[in-house]
């Protein structure tokens, strides 16, 4: 399968637990994003890599949320201190550099349940 | 900033009836439309899409018109089928935003035989 893969696909943790994320887009894509989705509601805008470099990151990702994506490839994504409200589907997405197609290729998304 | 507003709530239809889901937007500039759509246990996948006003999106039987006068990407299909259950996306994509897109809230379809 040469889809954008992410793991786990379910995490359940305790709250002020610390979780990762992986994300591993499809080969040769440069752009990576991060979104997160919460029931009833589209996927909203976290933060987006351009090869190795993090150029934008939304206000919704507090201090408590890094992501990573040392070698360009596969990409990573922690919460700190898990609370309640981070409870969603946390989606990757990739796209090649350059592309105007606007096509975004997600994965099937990690859901994260804080008790 | 960019926004995209959806018909509210879920939609239920009998097979072979018409669709239409509504889908209003506030941008800036010309930004690029889309629908997405995620099927049961499955990821995120385009249906269609269009660039520039008057432009129309067409894919497996579902279409739908930029139209930015009315600012509006309505998505539409004549004939819908129990597969065509699914929870559906309207998008947008902005000139100048690292090719991120603003989501919809999402409309469920369920299509009974």
């Known amino acids: 399968d040469t889809g954008v893969s992410q793991n786990p696909r379910h995490k359940i943790t305790k709250r002020g637990q610390n979780v990762t994320f992986r994300c591993d887009p499809i080969?040769?894509?440069?752009?990576l994003y991060w979104y997160r989705q919460t029931l009833g509601q589209g996927p909203e805008f976290l933060t987006y890599f351009q090869n190795e470099a993090q150029l934008e990151k939304s206000r919704l990702l507090s201090d408590r949320f890094s992501a990573e994506r040392p070698k360009g490839s596969f990409s990573t994504l922690e919460i700190q201190r898990t609370e309640q409200g981070d409870s969603a589907m946390y989606l990757c997405a990739s796209t090649p550099d350059g592309g105007n197609t606007g096509e975004l290729f997600f994965g099937e998304g990690s859901r994260l349940t804080v008790l | 900033g960019n926004s995209v507003t959806q018909m509210e709530g879920p939609v239920t239809l009998s097979e072979e009836a018409f669709l239409t889901i509504n889908c209003t937007y506030t941008a800036t500039g010309y930004p690029s439309l889309f629908w997405y759509v995620q099927y049961p246990g499955e990821g995120l996948q385009l249906l269609l899409k269009?660039?520039?006003?008057?432009d129309k999106g067409s894919n497996k039987g579902f279409e739908a018109t930029y139209r930015k006068e009315t600012t509006s990407f309505h998505l539409e299909k004549g004939s819908v089928q129990v597969s065509d259950s699914a929870v559906y996306f309207c998008a947008l994509r902005g000139g100048t935003s690292y090719g991120k897109l603003t989501f919809g809230q999402g409309t469920i379809l369920t299509v009974h035989p």
């Open positions: 080969s040769e894509h440069n752009r």
């Open positions: 269009a660039t520039k006003a008057d």
